[in-house]
């Protein structure tokens, strides 16, 4: 079974440039997850997409995030403009339904911002 | 959401010994979730327990729940320089809602 696939996984840009991040996640799971985590920080959810609808957004700064999940299937994770601060591992995270099953980890896709 | 916290922070032992990492949590939960992180890495599920479970077993690993006390731990015996990453717990209510503490940093010396 495949995994959940994140691309890319590094990127560097400067600060007020934008960047967007692609996730897959495993065939015919419904609920799926973006997390930002800060180096030595535990991960933060900043959105959960159920199919193609949004459970919860409320930790996304949305002045400058933005995630789409168009068809219930990949998800895109888009900042613009960065900052410094949001330099961190973007990890994106999928299973069946949102409670009481094993969710599945990509390798997460690591962002410096300079 | 429920946030599970895990403690200590930091743990540093010999392979072979056992490592103990706990959890506590707020409110009633459905079940318990641990992960591990490999650095630079994704996260791993290890374990789920159900909240109507005490304990439960995995190969080296053993978890246990204590929903009076509102916590959780994680042993991992005989521990492997391998065993070396950060472990999260994630405490699940029937709405779902990852949400994650600081981790237990645990350095497993050979």
């Known amino acids: 079974e495949a995994g959940v696939a994140q691309s890319p996984r590094y990127k560097i840009i400067e600060k007020r440039q934008s960047v967007a991040f692609w996730c897959n996640p495993i065939?015919?799971?419904?609920?799926l997850y973006w997390y930002q985590q800060i180096l030595g920080q535990g991960p933060k959810l900043l959105i959960q997409f159920q199919n193609n609808g949004v459970v919860d957004d409320s930790q996304l700064p949305k002045d400058r995030f933005s995630a789409e999940r168009l068809k219930g299937v990949d998800s895109t994770l888009k900042i613009q403009p960065a900052k410094l601060e949001d330099s961190a591992v973007y990890l994106c995270?999928?299973?069946?339904?949102?409670?009481?099953?094993?969710?599945?980890f990509g390798e997460g896709s690591w962002l410096t911002v300079v | 959401s429920q946030q599970g916290e895990e403690d200590p922070q930091a743990l540093s032992i010999q392979e072979g010994e056992n490592a103990t990492m706990n959890c506590s949590y707020k409110?009633?939960?459905?079940?318990l979730q641990w992960y591990r992180q490999n650095s630079g890495r994704g996260l791993v599920h290890l374990i789920l327990i159900r909240s109507n479970e005490r304990e439960k077993h995995s190969g080296r690993l053993r978890v246990t729940l204590d929903t009076s006390k509102k916590s959780s731990s994680l042993l991992i015996t005989a521990s492997r320089a391998a065993d070396t990453a950060s472990y999260f717990c994630?405490?699940?209510?029937?709405?779902?809602?990852?949400?994650f503490g600081q981790g237990t940093i645990l350095t497993v010396h050979p």
């Open positions: 995270a999928s299973t069946e339904r949102e409670s009481g099953n094993t969710i599945y």
């Open positions: 994630e405490a699940g209510t029937s709405y779902g809602k990852l949400t």
């Open positions: 065939s015919g799971h419904a609920t």
């Open positions: 409110t009633s939960i459905n079940n």
